[in-house]
């Protein structure tokens, strides 16, 4: 019997989410979450291109929490509403219905997330005997599982780091590619990323984890911000990006330990093309990847590459295809080591 599901969100990521819910031969659709008033009352595969469904958006969270479905998929944007993101789905992990989260990046390593965001998800978790993962790709599946992964043919580990390289030129959030990350700023100018402590909040879990299966206590952290321009406009999918201002974006998150990294998060993020910096750049004919470096005795890496278009379906089919180990999985709140290894179950016909 499939497990019935109620998705929420139908933003860039959203709806690719909400597309492979329908395509998983081992999930229905049952209800479906929207916070759009135009998008309320209507068939939801019109909103993700696919064909009806049967199924009516609302935004009535009661409707759907007396559905007692079997998961709710919550793609909810949370930066800046991180507690909202929390509230909302308390009443569904009370009610026994399990959570997948793309938003509450504090729970990528549970043991560490801040006990005013752990409890209350635990607490509900013992009432409903339900279960609650966060996954996606960065933080999520690429800066964790693949990392986690990458450990076994390792010998001496010296520092793990994880990557994330390429082209981010068709983003429409403008508001976090210019706040948060710096896109557009003059030169010296320090984003939300770095003064509002972004980068750690979002970032932290991930290096928490690797340390963990490492077995290395933390001892400090230490971080690294700088942009690059180029000598002319261009046009991005959040507007304009002048002539001098960034373009490009570095950073690292460094987890420390005996004075050295022992866990690095890396980025380098652009939004235009043609830069002349000796930056790192995804390996082949890929526009974007994530890349996990072994550094030790011997040193090796390993690189998932996108081709265009698909960056935000491997985005967010973690989340999908997490959804039966969530639901096998015992109840409480999940790392990446409490759920079963899972996968696509979407197969091309064949006979």
Same mark, same amino acid.
């Given at each position: ?10 933003? !860039? ?19 479906? %979450? ?24 609302? !935004? !009535?969270?009661?409707?759907? @929490? ?24 308390? &009443? ?25 965001? $752990? ?6 978790? $013992? ?37 994330? @390289? ?13 706040? %948060? ?43 690294? %911000?700088?942009?690059?321009? @180029? ?53 082949? &004919? %890929? ?10 005795? &011997? ?33 409480? @709140? ?11 179950? !979407? ?5």
């Amino acid at each position: 019997m499939a497990l019935r599901v109620v998705h929420c969100g139908t933003g !860039n990521m959203g709806k690719v989410g909400l597309r492979g819910v329908l395509r998983h031969p081992d999930l229905e659709l049952v209800g479906h %979450y929207v916070w759009s008033p135009e998008k309320v009352g209507l068939d939801s595969g019109s909103l993700c291109g696919q064909g009806p469904t049967g199924v009516v958006t609302t !935004n !009535n969270w009661e409707d759907l @929490l007396a559905l007692n479905a079997d998961c709710l998929t919550y793609f909810g944007d949370s930066i800046g509403r991180e507690e909202q993101s929390i509230r909302e789905v308390i &009443p569904f992990l009370e009610a026994g219905t399990n959570v997948i989260s793309f938003s509450a990046f504090a729970l990528a390593h549970p043991s560490t997330a801040p006990a005013e965001v $752990r409890e209350p998800i635990e607490a509900a978790c $013992r009432k409903g005997g339900s279960s609650m993962f966060f996954t996606g790709i960065d933080p999520g599946w690429a800066t964790t599982d693949l990392a986690i992964a990458a450990l076994a043919p390792a010998d001496r580990v010296d520092c793990v780091r994880v990557l994330e @390289l390429g082209w981010w030129g068709e983003y429409t959030a403008e508001f976090v590619c210019r706040e %948060y990350f710096g896109f557009g700023k003059e030169p010296g100018h320090q984003p939300i990323l770095i003064t509002g402590g972004f980068l750690k909040k979002m970032w932290e879990p991930t290096l928490q984890q690797i340390a963990e299966v490492l077995q290395v206590e933390i001892e400090d952290w230490e971080s690294v %911000y700088e942009t690059d321009c @180029l000598d002319h406009d261009i046009e991005t999918g959040f507007g304009t990006v002048k002539a001098g201002t960034a373009s490009v974006v570095r950073f690292e998150l460094r987890a420390m330990a005996g004075g050295k990294p022992i866990a690095i998060c890396e980025h380098v993020d652009a939004v235009g093309r043609g830069h002349k910096n000796d930056w790192k750049k995804p390996f082949g &004919p %890929y526009e974007l990847s994530h890349r996990v470096e072994i550094e030790g005795d &011997p040193s090796f890496s390993v690189e998932i590459g996108y081709p265009p278009g698909a960056g935000g379906p491997c985005t967010v089919m973690p989340v999908v295809n997490s959804i039966p180990a969530v639901c096998a999985a015992r109840p409480g @709140l999940l790392g990446p080591l409490d759920v079963p290894r899972y996968w696509t179950r !979407n197969v091309r016909p064949i006979g």
